[in-house]
């Protein structure tokens, strides 16, 4: 599976983001998909994560109630829609692919897209 993150740039605190990962390679519909992000001098850390069929989601509780992750899979994309957005948001946000189960752990996600930055100015 290619991944390839898009929609990331500045905003102001308080704003909106939405970010896209376009998938391609293999069967995407199979796959549980996850948003990571990681901030400078700081390690990866989980986001997001949708099941195959969208039926399972797990949020950090940190974003929990200001974004959303949503797939399409007939295009082949998931989606992270991030509301409210705060200057501890500031990050590269990564998308990755998991073969088996949806979850947290990104040593469990087989596949990683480039990343997209996400400025959030206070």
């Known amino acids: 599976v290619q991944l390839q993150a898009s929609g990331g740039g500045l905003v102001q605190a308080g704003g909106s983001l939405r970010l896209s990962c376009a998938a391609s390679g293999r069967i995407f519909s199979s796959y549980a998909m996850g948003w990571f992000r990681q901030a400078p001098g700081k390690e990866r850390e989980f986001v997001a994560a949708i099941s195959w069929n969208g039926g399972t989601t797990y949020y950090a509780d940190s974003v929990k109630g200001r974004f959303t992750i949503s797939r399409d899979n007939a295009k082949e994309m998931v989606f992270l829609q991030m509301n409210s957005l705060k200057a501890e948001d500031t990050a590269v946000y990564y998308c990755?692919?998991?073969?088996?189960?949806?979850?947290?752990?990104?040593?469990?996600?087989?596949?990683w897209g480039q990343g997209t930055q996400v400025t959030v100015s206070s």
């Open positions: 990755a692919a998991d073969r088996a189960v949806v979850g947290r752990d990104a040593r469990y996600y087989d596949y």
